[in-house]
Nanobody
Framework: QVQLIESGGGLVQAGGSLRLSCAVSGRSFSSYAMGWFRQAPGKEREFVAAVSGSGGVTYSADSVRGRFTVSRDNAKNTVYLQMNSLKAEDTAVYLC??????????????????WGQGTQVTVSS
């Protein structure tokens, strides 16, 4: 069984930074591509960023590119989302997800096999 636990959320002023972490239990962590999604109240789940199993390939949504960086440490079974220059519209619950040996980095929720519970990020303007 794979479990994902996010941490690092909180309240920050616009222009500030946060780093989210997602710790993954279970074996073969490097066989999973990892994704970050977010969901604001009343809105659909939105893709943020993803990283391949090796960490060599990343992809970010247009809305966060240049501000957010996804990375992973396979020795620690952890994936990170560094968020800089935060805006009020970044406010949401952020969730990490794992996809087993995907052929491409998915930008929709469906291909992901496991999900964390999420961590709240609130950006005050």
């Amino acid at each position: 069984q794979v479990q994902l636990i996010e941490s690092g959320g909180g309240l920050v002023q616009a222009g500030g930074s946060l780093r989210l972490s997602c710790a993954v239990s279970g074996r073969s962590f490097s066989s999973y591509a990892m994704g970050w999604f977010r969901q604001a109240p009343g809105k659909e789940r939105e893709f943020v960023a993803a990283v391949s199993g090796s960490g060599g390939v990343t992809y970010s949504a247009d809305s966060v590119r240049g501000r957010f960086t996804v990375s992973r440490d396979n020795a620690k079974n952890t994936v990170y989302l560094q968020m800089n220059s935060l805006k009020a519209e970044d406010t949401a619950v952020y969730l990490c997800a794992a996809a087993w040996r995907p052929t491409v980095l998915a930008v929709t929720p469906r291909p992901y096999d496991y999900w964390g519970q999420g961590t709240q990020v609130t950006v005050s303007s």
